[in-house]
């Protein structure tokens, strides 16, 4: 009895040990394939041209909550709503494996929702097995409460993929909305 509770002890103060063992080629691979948190956040201080501690903390949010992500979308939008909204926007996906493109989005949304505004936008996108798996439509929740600006950050997510937008700019807007964004590869007006 004294031996099988001196093996389970052994076997608990090992356990750690052997998984960051087992798991050592795995945890490498997840560095190699995705962007860790300094990246993101010193792409999006030259992005977004500010070095803010607020950018800084959205991006630990979101990485505490999905983890690091193997792309990013660098980009603009615009985006009004009086009740019903449009949204439209387009940018540069850039994804960990090399891959680059050109995207678009746009979308509608409805809720009680009032207001307009002009953004730059960094998306962060986890999950993406590849450029053209983006290429689809993403619902989310969208909730905004300012006046001139600041950064905001949402999350849309479909089939494992999230995508988390990161924005800053200019506008005035209150409200909550369900809609979703729709990803292509050439820009269109039609939000459907």
């Known amino acids: 009895m004294q031996l099988l509770a001196l093996r389970t002890a ?34 999006g201080h030259k992005f977004f041209g500010t070095t803010s501690r607020e950018l800084a903390t959205l991006v630990e949010h979101a990485g505490s909550r999905w983890g690091r992500p193997n ?10 709503a009086i009740g019903v909204g449009l949204r439209y926007g387009d940018g540069k996906l850039y994804m960990k494996d090399g891959e680059e493109r050109s995207v678009y989005w746009q979308g509608p949304s409805v809720g009680f929702d009032l207001g307009g505004e002009g953004a730059r936008t960094m998306i962060l996108v986890y999950n993406l097995p590849s450029g053209d798996s983006l290429l689809r439509r993403f619902p989310g929740v969208n909730g905004s409460a300012y006046v001139v600006g600041g950064l905001g950050m949402t999350a849309l997510s479909l089939d494992g993929i999230v995508l988390v937008p990161i924005q800053t700019g200019v506008g005035a807007r209150f409200g909550v909305n369900v ?14």
């Open 10 to 43: 052994l076997a608990l103060a090992l356990a750690p040990l052997c998984a960051a063992v087992l798991t050592a080629p795995a945890a490498a691979q997840y560095e190699r394939d995705t962007y860790s948190t300094e990246e993101i956040v010193s792409k």
């Open 71 to 80: 792309g990013y979308i660098l980009g603009q939008e615009g985006s009004g």
């Open 179 to 192: 809609g979703y964004l729709k990803f292509t590869p050439r820009g269109t007006w039609n939000p459907f």
